[in-house]
């Protein structure tokens, strides 16, 4: 293939990859939707249109915290379509996804290892009395709020220390690195030219940095969170089958749970997931063993990004 050959199969190679910031073209047009006289108006009619409706329907339901609930989840529903379209996350969010669903046959040793200890802990605080008082007085408006806080907070963990396991990957990059994680790919006959070339330096370009480097950044968190989604959810259904279980009239009685008991057994088990999700992320990053088994796949191809993308920049400079 002739050199614009090459680099059009590795564009290609990359959107298919979910690598859309390692394009040009594709910077270029996130640089431009991230420009604030895009983005500034954009925010203002989001956030009156999401305060209106949450302060309607506040009004109409005489609950205040439906309010603040709405506006979170306009803004969360606005960010996430303008992210998939002028962002360029759908490719993204795409590849991810098909990554994480893909592998769901490592979900059980996963399970295995993280949630023993965690459903421990977890059934003393749900057969307690003053978590079903707790989490039977909430509003919708006050639960949806509290799991969006347990998750915003997972993902500013993940934000402080994912970008470690993407530096981890562009350390130590030599030749043998490159030719290994081009190998099948469109650049392993150009990788191969590279390397042999004196003159030529791929590794020298193996640093990532920029919407590249939020790029692979953004990966590991969609597969991260969307792991950790799982095994919230089945928290949340072992809660709700155990307390289907134990929870009987009288303790009902002598809980004072006055709100019907499905209501309250399902908030308290939304609660309780939640939290479960928080505490997952914060063990699968910070413990070594857990990060092996979350990011033991992933880190494969970050290593290819890294490759791919060292020897398409030393490619683009040899004009």
Known sequence: MTREETLAATDAWFLEHGLSYFVPEKRADVRNALRLKRTVPLILVVALVAAGVGVGIALLTDEFSAAPALLVTIGGLALLWYALTALHARQIVGWALHRTLGS??????????????????????????????????LTLGALWLVIVLFASLALGFLLVRLPEEVDRADDDVDDAFLLRTTAKTPLAETARELVDDPEADPASYAEVTGYERWNLILVLMIVQFVQVLLLSLMVFAFLLLFGSLIISGPVQTAWDIQSPFSRTLVQVSAFLAAFSGLYLTVSTVTDEAYRAQFFGSVTRELERAVGMRAVYLALRARA
Do not use: D, K, S
Not at 119 to 133: G, K, S, V, Y
């Open 104 to 137: 769901l046959r490592f979900l059980l040793p996963m399970t295995t290892r993280a949630l023993p200890l965690l459903l421990l802990a977890i059934t003393f605080l749900f057969i307690n009395t003053e978590m079903w008082q707790v989490g039977g007085n």
